[in-house]
């Protein structure tokens, strides 16, 4: 078995794509379009892909499942303020005042999200 894609169900899926591929770099599928029921953001292999699909209820509970994210260019905390510009939000700020800790976050249709320190803040 191979996984493939993480599947995050969205109101308006061309739309979070384009917010994940800001976050993200990667770039959404040739072809996919403004209006599209699925649209596909396409990881660097082997990592899966983030698959956009159009639902028809909104997000009304925390998520199951999220994903954590650690910068690789950037330090956590400007990794931080880089996604709040692009227009995600913070819902719990889990850093403490020794460097550790890690900022629970949220995308544009609330889907929850970690983003942690950097392997060279980890190491340091």
């Avoid at 599209?36 to 509970?61: M, N, S, W």
């Amino acid at each position: 078995m191979v996984l493939r894609h993480i599947t995050i169900d969205a109101g308006d899926p061309y739309k979070l794509a384009q917010f994940w591929s800001a976050v993200t770099g990667w770039p959404m599928a040739d072809g996919d379009v403004p209006g599209d029921d699925e649209v596909l953001l396409q990881a660097p292999a082997p990592v899966p892909g983030l698959l956009f699909i159009r639902v028809p209820e909104g997000k009304t509970v925390k998520n199951r499942v999220h994903l954590d994210w650690g910068p690789t260019e950037r330090t956590r905390d400007h990794e931080v303020e880089r996604i709040l510009s692009l227009g995600g939000t913070i819902y719990e700020d889990h850093r403490v005042p020794d460097g550790r800790g890690w900022v629970t976050m949220r995308d544009p249709e609330g889907n929850e999200f970690c983003v942690e320190r950097s392997e060279a803040e980890r190491a340091g």
